[in-house]
């Protein structure tokens, strides 16, 4: 994704690339997961993870490539393509949720602070649908700040950094480029 030069300025310094040389192409949520779980992170650590199962198209069944069966039953005004792309959310989500387990698991879950976000919606016309919400998700678990201070404006991912920057009371000339959203206006 080409975000080696962000990440530095961002002061993020080790970024472990996962593309898959054999099947040139990014690898799956599941093995990408798999892979970061076998990291040594000298702690305390920072570690941002760009999942890629979401990305692509919804044309085909997810599931039914990998083998499995989709756990749901869609209505039937649902378009297949909006069927397999909430296939896709589900199979993300069971990766992050599996990925939480192991922090819980080796002792650290509780002194991380957890933030889940999406960098942007499906591209218009991917879903073959007409109303499809297109807030983007944001989850900070384990802050320990109350969830009145935070303000509950629309957000996009480059509110992150200046939010981060907030929440850990760092002092810094450049704030990235968005807002936080620990601030008014």
């Given at each position: 994704w080409h975000q080696n030069e962000a990440n530095i300025k961002y002061g993020i310094d080790n970024v472990i690339d996962f593309f898959?040389?054999?099947?040139?192409?990014?690898?799956d949520?599941?093995?990408?997961?798999?892979?970061?779980?076998?990291?040594?992170?000298?702690?305390?650590?920072?570690n941002v993870i760009l999942t890629i199962s979401m990305h692509g198209t919804y044309n085909y069944d997810f599931f039914k490539?990998?083998?499995?069966?989709?756990p749901f039953i869609y209505p039937k005004e649902y378009s297949a393509e909006f069927c397999n792309y909430?296939?896709?959310?589900?199979?993300?989500?069971?990766?992050i949720g599996k990925y939480l387990e192991h922090l819980k698991q080796k002792g650290v879950y509780d002194n991380s602070i957890i933030i889940i976000t999406s960098d942007h919606q499906p591209k218009q016309g991917l879903l073959?649908?007409?109303?499809?919400?297109e807030a983007l998700p944001l989850i900070i678990a384990n802050s320990g700040i109350p969830a009145d201070c935070f303000q509950c404006n629309t957000i996009n991912q480059i509110d992150l950094y200046p939010t981060l920057l907030d929440m850990f009371n760092i002092k810094s000339e450049w704030r990235g480029l968005g807002y936080s959203i620990l601030r008014d206006g």
């Open positions: 898959n040389t054999e099947t040139d192409s990014w690898s949520d599941e093995r990408l997961f798999e892979v970061l779980k076998k990291q040594q992170l000298r702690q305390p650590f920072f490539d990998m083998g499995l069966k989709s909430l296939d896709k959310c589900h199979f993300t989500d069971m990766q073959n649908m007409e109303a499809v919400d």
